[in-house]
């Protein structure tokens, strides 16, 4: 029978020991590159995938209050016919964060040590770890490194499966 947990790598950043899902910091990782690397939207998309880059969009339509149009999106059609001085990028354009939604106030990636309230069971976030408040991050769950030996048996008894992976987990992170 396959574990319908997710496998978590872990790491420490921060002084906080991390723990992502290992399917989440993959896709994170990519997208931490794409970020750093990409000179243009098609090199974006092509670091990460055309469902990120169509997520992306979505994103943008929401924020302007057009999501109605994501279909007509996703069906070729020009949305300047709807919504005039829309900017979306297409292949050849240079890539900027500019118009990545929340990516100067730090709200487009996911902050693994945010991120893990929503998997980790209640039952283990009472006994493994605190939330604290980042003054650039706001609340977090921190770890203390120094309980990782506790930490991973606690999990690993839960039925997460558990692996060390520093280089991923700094990558998936924005750190490396």
Known sequence: MENPLP???????????????QQDAVLWARKWHAIRH???????????????????ILEILETLGHEALFPQYQMGEDLSNYITDLFLPLPEDPFTTDILPGYEAGEYMPNAAQEILAWLPDELQENIGDIVLDEEAGFVYHIDPEQQALVIASLEAAGFATRPDQVLVEQATGQA
């Open 38 to 56: 990409a000179t243009t939207w098609g090199e974006f998309t092509e670091m990460t995938s055309q469902e990120e880059f169509d997520e992306l």
């Open 7 to 21: 496998t978590l790598v872990y790491g420490v950043v921060n002084h906080n020991l991390v723990f992502i899902p």
